[in-house]
């Protein structure tokens, strides 16, 4: 699908974990500090890649009614201490503890973010849609400088992607019809689900999002609307460099 | 109550019309520039303060279950409706209609206002505490240029303040504990509802806001934690300026 169809779009909806940050990346960062100053020897890529495994189990048992509704920093909590056993951490106070845990209201932006989301920003409403929770999102967006107009969370429809109310909210909420809204992602999953609902759906692959050796996951139009290599490259194909150029004037 | 006692506050939620925005001189302004377009002779300073007289009493009605839920933006257009046939405006097609509703997504800051509150905002997570729904919310920050890291409308709770969960929806939302956060108001039963729930207040008195005949409330301490003449004292009295300087540096 060519570009000048999507000029009926006026806001973009972001998944945030992978696609607008690089989880693994700052885990494994904190995590290498953490072993300096503690004296650990954790592998924090080994130990990223089983927190981020637990993600979408853990809200399915929440889905299910396996689990009372609890906030994505509350799962990450509930993984989190699972896996300080396994690995074998046994020395964190609580409050060490809660501070990792909340490593992922302090995820790094991929490189291109900022930039990109800034030039967006000038010509496009910029959401979230993410299952990440409000705190975490805000958190986030100050921690990072993400320019988000609205926080758009699973937390407040009480359920998680791919639930039909989260993507439904969104543009409900923003008063919008559905292909006014376009989802930007690197998870194929999501896409559909956007699509599934109504959405139109840009594909941003983050080939680095589960480390270096894993296999990234590919869609392509026309099961997508778009595709951009990047957040900087979104806002080229969709000439809002041209309205940020003009604004700065 | 000394502003060191107001160490603890991680946000201010802010109350939006009238406290943030001049909602009658932006009405007055846009609509006589619609009377020299069309060639009305409507006495718009009436017609905003009858508009706003309606505000209350409607939010009211679905309150008690005389109308469904609906945004503000419908209670917006169900007593424009009214008051285009009382005023004898006959003239306007559903497109202006409609975009003269859409005046309360385009209100004027107060001249302190986005200065203020881009100071407080590198200090404090900054939230509107809001009757206006999201959509409205959202383009009136786009409009104006407001730093809001959180869009909290009483929209996601489906009720109007100064219903208790609208209050209550915000500190959870937000992750912290009622007394981290301080409502910034200009309305007295704003500030006595949120110090109910266990919020800070903060009295900014606006007294415009009801045109220049009109009495405008008060309220002190001890009934309130902080009184500031405006958005800038208010940075000056919680030390925002300090910090805003620090990260320019």
Not at 22 to 40: C, K, V
Not at 113 to 125: E, F, M, S
Not at 140 to 166: N, Q, T
């Amino acid at each position: 699908m060519a570009v000048a169809d999507l000029a009926g779009v006026k806001a973009l909806a972001f998944d945030v974990f992978g696609t607008v940050v690089d989880y693994r990346g700052t885990i494994i960062a904190e995590g290498e500090a953490l072993n300096r100053a503690r004296g650990l020897a954790v592998d924090w890529a080994a130990f990223a890649d089983a927190w981020r495994a637990r993600y979408r189990p853990n809200m399915d048992r929440v889905a299910r009614g396996e689990l009372p509704w609890m906030s994505l920093d509350a799962l990450h909590r509930l993984a989190l201490d699972e896996l300080l056993a396994q690995f074998g951490v046994t020395t964190l106070s609580e409050e060490e503890k809660q501070r990792l845990n909340h490593v992922w209201r302090r995820l790094r932006p991929w490189p291109d973010a900022v930039a990109g989301l800034t030039r967006l920003h000038a010509k496009y409403i910029l959401t979230t849609l993410s299952n990440g929770n409000v705190a975490l999102l805000v958190s986030m967006a100050r921690h990072a400088g993400l320019p988000w107009d609205f926080i758009c969370s699973a937390e407040l429809a009480r359920a998680y992607k791919p639930d039909p109310r989260v993507y439904q909210m969104t543009y409900r909420l923003l008063d919008l019809r559905p292909d006014e809204v376009m989802l930007v992602a690197a998870h194929p999953s999501d896409l559909r689900a956007a699509r599934g609902h109504g959405l139109r759906a840009c594909f941003t692959p983050r080939p680095l999002e589960a480390g270096p050796g894993a296999t990234p996951p590919v869609i392509a139009e026309p099961e997508v609307d778009l595709v951009a290599s990047d957040f900087e490259e979104l806002a080229r194909l969709l000439g809002a460099w041209q309205k940020a150029a003009k604004q700065r004037l």
